[in-house]
């Protein structure tokens, strides 16, 4: 569609080359001599292959110098598991290892599955698919499936995402194929923790308009599993999508290293950003695709402050575009979320280091610039706490001559929407929101202007309420 992402490729490259791993040799390379291995076969309980037991049947450590043609390479390192070893006949092999895990963080498995059809078929006349299942903890969590008949040496990547339940988890892949099979392969075991617990929220997308698509990938859900779902934020994205054909995407962690947004260096600093004007710019991550990026020149992926609706489109190298909503579906967020608020002020983290660059400056009482709002108020109105000139106030009022219509204006952000309120007496009644104008975005510039119909009054007054969206 367009052609632009070579200025993308350093950092891609610099991220994807940085992945954090939870496992010790996700690889499975040889304790010794693993670049100049033949093959080695090993027995169940056998603890050879440094972090790995193996179990249930024989399998075969195999390295570069395997000596089969067309050769069979791994997919990272030397080294590689073939789980039939050498009865190539069910059961075959399982290998595990246990983890540190903490209890109610998520957490990513990422591995990679061989298949070779000529191989297989030389060895037992006809291709069946590897198929190799992960449990957690003794419960099988995952199948994956690699059929792919018509490739040699091909590997294929799949991943699965889990809240852990306990201090330490035990990861075990087996091979599982129903069929006789010559060969399953095994490699590039990489675990990462993937979204930290920062929201209470599981998902702020909308339960009825939460699909996105993508020629290449089909429909992507904004809500994942519903528990995992993507979260939208005031300041950052977190959470996950999920595509059958592609498996999870996660948006980041909801913890950026400065506090506020995701600066997108390094593999425990990524995301997506929303830069409170509804634009959405940065990076997330799906383990069998890379990186997805979210840009302001082509896609321009962006969601309205005011209802929600996301738009726009964003871009995989591997998987092309995904357009945000289309003519027969979008994707809708109820909310945006405000993130930590670890002092419990009632200002979120991100806006107090925003502005005084820790959190003890501010909190629901003071004023730190004197004019009379809380520095609470100045964050629901998004306006500067240490600036005494920068505060929402009526600037100019207007009425007709029956006192039924009146111009309001007022200083406005972008970041912010407004609605007008109303009442003839300020000693009884209470304050009702005009409708119309009902809640509106702010006009560009420092102001804001709109028209408010009412019934006929001798007097009346009115006040202009923030509202974060």
Same mark, same amino acid.
């Given at each position: 569609?367009?052609?632009?992402?070579?200025?993308?490729?350093?950092?891609?490259?610099?991220?994807?080359?940085?992945?954090?791993?939870?496992?010790?040799?996700?690889?499975?390379?040889?304790?010794?001599?693993?670049?100049?291995?033949?093959?080695?076969?090993?027995?169940?309980?056998?603890?050879?292959?440094?972090?790995?037991?193996?179990?249930?049947?024989?399998?075969?450590?195999?390295?570069?110098? =395997?000596?089969?043609?067309?050769?069979?390479?791994?997919?990272?390192?030397?080294?590689?598991?073939? =789980?039939?070893?050498? *009865?190539?006949?069910?059961?075959?092999?399982?290998?595990?290892?246990?983890?540190?895990?903490?209890? #109610?963080?998520?957490?990513?498995?990422?591995?990679?599955?061989?298949?070779?059809?000529?191989?297989?078929?030389?060895?037992?006349?006809?291709?069946?698919?590897?198929?190799?299942?992960?449990?957690?903890?003794?419960?099988?969590?995952?199948?994956?499936?690699?059929?792919?008949?018509?490739?040699?040496?091909?590997?294929?990547?799949?991943?699965?995402?889990?809240?852990?339940?306990?201090?330490?988890?035990?990861?075990?892949?087996?091979?599982?194929?129903?069929?006789?099979?010559?060969?399953?392969?095994?490699?590039?075991?990489?675990?990462?923790?993937?979204?930290?617990?920062?929201?209470?929220?599981?998902?702020?997308?909308?339960?009825?308009? *939460?699909?996105?698509?993508?020629?290449?990938?089909?429909?992507?859900?904004?809500?994942?599993?519903?528990?995992?779902?993507?979260?939208?934020? @005031?300041?950052?994205?977190?959470?996950?999508?999920?595509?059958?054909?592609?498996?999870?995407?996660?948006?980041?962690?909801?913890?950026?290293?400065? @506090?506020?947004?995701?600066?997108?260096? $390094?593999?425990?600093?990524?995301?997506?950003?929303?830069?409170?004007?509804?634009?959405?710019?940065? /990076?997330? !991550?799906?383990?069998?695709?890379?990186?997805?990026?979210?840009?302001?020149? !082509?896609?321009?992926?962006?969601?309205?402050?005011?209802?929600?609706? =996301?738009?726009?489109?964003?871009?995989?190298?591997?998987?092309?575009?995904?357009?945000?909503?289309?003519?027969?579906?979008?994707?809708?967020?109820?909310?945006? &979320?405000?993130?930590?608020?670890?002092?419990?002020?009632?200002?979120?983290?991100?806006?107090?280091?925003?502005?005084? #660059?820790?959190?003890?400056?501010?909190?629901?009482?003071? &004023?730190? &610039?004197?004019?009379?709002?809380?520095?609470?108020?100045? /964050?629901?109105?998004?306006?500067?706490?240490? &600036?005494?000139?920068?505060?929402?106030?009526?600037?100019?009022?207007?009425?007709?001559? #029956?006192?039924?219509?009146?111009?309001?204006?007022?200083?406005? *952000?972008?970041?912010?929407?407004? @609605?007008? @309120?109303?009442?003839?007496?300020?000693?009884?009644?209470?304050?009702?929101?005009?409708?119309?104008?009902?809640?509106?975005?702010?006009?560009?510039?420092?102001?804001?202007?709109? $028209?408010?119909?009412?019934?006929?009054?001798?007097?009346?007054?009115?006040?202009?309420?923030?509202?974060?969206?």
């Amino acid at each position: 569609m367009k052609s632009k992402w070579l200025t993308a490729l350093a950092l891609v490259l610099s991220l994807c080359g940085a992945q954090a791993a939870l496992v010790a040799n996700g690889s499975f390379e040889a304790a010794a001599n693993a670049a100049t291995l033949s093959y080695i076969l090993l027995s169940p309980g056998s603890t050879y292959i440094p972090g790995w037991t193996t179990t249930n049947a024989e399998l075969t450590l195999d390295g570069p110098l =395997l000596g089969i043609s067309p050769p069979l390479t791994a997919a990272q390192g030397s080294d590689f598991l073939d =789980l039939t070893g050498q *009865h190539d006949s069910p059961p075959y092999a399982s290998v595990f290892q246990t983890i540190a895990t903490t209890p #109610g963080l998520e957490y990513q498995i990422s591995f990679e599955v061989g298949s070779d059809n000529y191989y297989d078929s030389y060895y037992t006349g006809t291709f069946e698919a590897p198929v190799v299942t992960l449990a957690l903890n003794g419960v099988a969590a995952f199948t994956a499936v690699n059929n792919f008949p018509g490739l040699a040496n091909y590997w294929q990547v799949w991943s699965f995402v889990f809240t852990a339940s306990a201090t330490n988890t035990t990861i075990m892949f087996t091979g599982e194929t129903a069929q006789r099979v010559a060969y399953i392969g095994l490699d590039n075991v990489i675990v990462t923790a993937t979204n930290a617990p920062q929201s209470s929220l599981a998902t702020t997308i909308d339960p009825v308009n *939460h699909y996105a698509y993508g020629a290449n990938t089909g429909w992507v859900d904004s809500r994942g599993d519903t528990n995992h779902g993507a979260v939208i934020g @005031q300041y950052v994205c977190s959470g996950n999508l999920y595509s059958a054909n592609v498996g999870w995407i996660n948006l980041g962690n909801g913890s950026p290293t400065n @506090q506020i947004y995701y600066q997108n260096l $390094s593999s425990n600093d990524f995301g997506v950003n929303q830069d409170g004007l509804g634009n959405l710019r940065g /990076y997330a !991550y799906g383990a069998n695709i890379g990186w997805v990026e979210f840009e302001q020149t !082509y896609g321009q992926p962006q969601v309205d402050l005011l209802t929600g609706n =996301l738009s726009g489109y964003v871009y995989g190298a591997n998987i092309g575009w995904i357009s945000l909503s289309n003519a027969v579906a979008f994707v809708q967020t109820d909310s945006l &979320d405000k993130g930590p608020d670890t002092d419990g002020d009632g200002i979120p983290d991100a806006w107090e280091y925003l502005h005084a #660059g820790n959190l003890t400056t501010m909190n629901a009482t003071t &004023d730190n &610039d004197g004019d009379g709002m809380k520095d609470i108020a100045e /964050y629901v109105a998004d306006t500067d706490p240490f &600036d005494a000139s920068d505060n929402l106030r009526i600037t100019a009022l207007s009425v007709n001559s #029956g006192g039924s219509t009146s111009k309001v204006t007022w200083t406005s *952000h972008s970041t912010r929407l407004y @609605q007008v @309120q109303s009442r003839v007496d300020l000693t009884t009644g209470s304050w009702a929101t005009n409708t119309p104008p009902g809640r509106v975005s702010p006009d560009v510039g420092a102001t804001t202007t709109r $028209s408010v119909p009412d019934t006929a009054a001798t007097q009346r007054f009115f006040r202009v309420e923030a509202l974060v969206p």
